[in-house]
Structure formats: structure tokens, C-alpha cells
Nanobody, 126 residues
Framework: VQLQASGGGLVQAGGSLRLSCALS????????VGWFRQAPGKEREFVAVISGSGGATLYADFVKGRFTISRDNAKNTVSLQMNSLIIEDTAAYYC????????????????????WGQGTLVTVSS
């Protein structure tokens, strides 16, 4: 299984970015897909996750109301729409896939994830 994250870049505070994660190699709908981020000098943290069916989502408190996760199983992609970005959102963002027994399962802990993509850097400037 390979995951490819893209869409990072430089944006001013208050702006928006849309990250994408493409998965190849396995039936996509079997995997919950999550986003994590790691800021310089900090530990990696959970951002959002969407279940294999797309019917369940979970967000970290610090992104609720600003970020939206979605998936297109026909295209094997998961997107993270990030609005109202703040400087504290600056980080490398990673997508990861967790094989689950339920199409409704969501996971927020790193050890629950089986595959990881490379990071895509998001920089929010003032």
C-alpha cells in the first residue's frame, strides 16, 4: 500500500489549503484514512480521520469548524479542506491508512495505522 500526500504550501493566516491523499495497492474502502501533523520541535498529533465508508469522521478539537475531511472511494483519494488557517497550523501533514473491520470505524492513535505517506508541508504566515 502506498499513500501520496500533496497540496501543501505557503498561505497567509486566514487563508485556505486543500490537502489530498491518494492510496494505491489495496481496496480503498477497507481503510480508514487519517491526517496527522508534526510541527517543528513537537510531537506528531492527530488532526482528522474518515471511516472507510466515509460515513463517520472525527476531528481534533483544535480544527473543529475549520477543517473538513472527505473521501472519494471511486478515485481512491481523501481530502482535507483547511480553512481559516492560523500560524499554529504550520506543520508537516501526513496521511495514514488503518485497515479496519468496520466501514464505520475511525482511529485517532498512531499505533492503529498500518501505512503512512510522506509529509506535505503547510506553512502559514502572518
Amino acid at each position: 500500500v502506498q499513500l501520496q500526500a500533496s497540496g501543501g504550501g505557503l498561505v497567509q493566516a486566514g487563508g485556505s489549503l486543500r490537502l489530498s491523499c491518494a492510496l494505491s495497492g489495496r481496496p480503498f474502502s477497507r481503510y480508514a484514512v487519517g491526517w496527522f501533523r508534526q510541527a517543528p520541535g513537537k510531537e506528531r498529533e492527530f488532526v482528522a480521520v474518515i471511516s472507510g465508508s466515509g460515513g463517520a469522521t472525527l476531528y481534533a478539537d483544535f480544527v473543529k469548524g475549520r477543517f473538513t475531511i472527505s473521501r472519494d472511494n471511486a478515485k481512491n483519494t481523501v481530502s482535507l479542506q483547511m480553512n481559516s488557517l492560523i500560524i499554529e497550523d504550520t506543520a508537516a501533514y501526513y496521511c495514514a491508512a488503518a485497515q479496519t473491520g468496520s466501514p464505520w470505524h475511525v482511529a485517532r492513535r498512531e499505533y492503529e495505522y498500518d501505512f503512512w505517506g510522506q509529509g506535505t508541508l503547510v506553512t502559514v504566515s502572518s
